[in-house]
């Protein structure tokens, strides 16, 4: 499923480029997480500087008034149709390559055993190019979609060490939109065959 945080442009290239760290492993043996590197770059998703006060990268997928129960529930289950009716059903991109979400407003611990529940498992992510207005008010846009997996989770403690840890992940999506061969604007996300007779 899709997670209710969204992280910028720039630091998923800078990332794909070689940027962030590479201090976690993904064992495709194990189905484990170990400490240590395998080449695949990582970055914090959350909490981050957005540039709009108040917000952290929290998206509201459904409602704009995602409640931390609301936001618990997305991490550990997905967008539920009742959120997705909200989009119009569906969440894509329009004919500009963009999509336009709310932000949520400040930063929650009270979201840390979901996210420490779902290490491992590929989700996929909103890609931001910008971000505008304070907390609540903060509307995202989006240009991306991205596969990727939670490697570490620390929301305890003073601000400058809480973090969420992710690295690129191949993520198969039923109902994923495919793009057309000349534009590409998701990474790591791929929908299903489907048989047709």
Known sequence: GILPFALDEETWNDMLAGGGTDDWTWNTESQAIECGADGVREVNL??????????????????NNNSTADI????????????????????????????FLNGDTGISAG???E???IKGEPKVIPIFRTVVGPGNNATY??????????????LTGKMS??????????????????GTE????????????????
């Open 72 to 99: 618990a529930r997305q991490i550990l289950h997905g967008a539920s149709p009742e959120d997705m009716a909200h989009h119009g059903g569906v969440l894509e991109l329009d004919e500009n390559g963009e999509l």
């Open 182 to 197: 000349s534009v590409q604007t998701s990474q790591f996300v791929y929908s299903p065959v489907w048989l047709v007779r």
């Open 161 to 178: 060490a809480k973090r969420v840890i992710i690295q690129p992940a191949n993520m198969v999506l039923r109902g994923a939109i495919p």
């Open 46 to 63: 959350y909490p981050q500087g957005t540039g709009s006060p108040g917000n952290r990268g929290t998206v509201d997928i459904g409602s």
């Open 141 to 154: 846009t989006i240009v991306a979609f991205a596969g990727v997996r939670i490697m570490e989770v620390k």
């Open 111 to 113: 979201v840390k055993d």
């Open 115 to 117: 996210l420490e529940a």
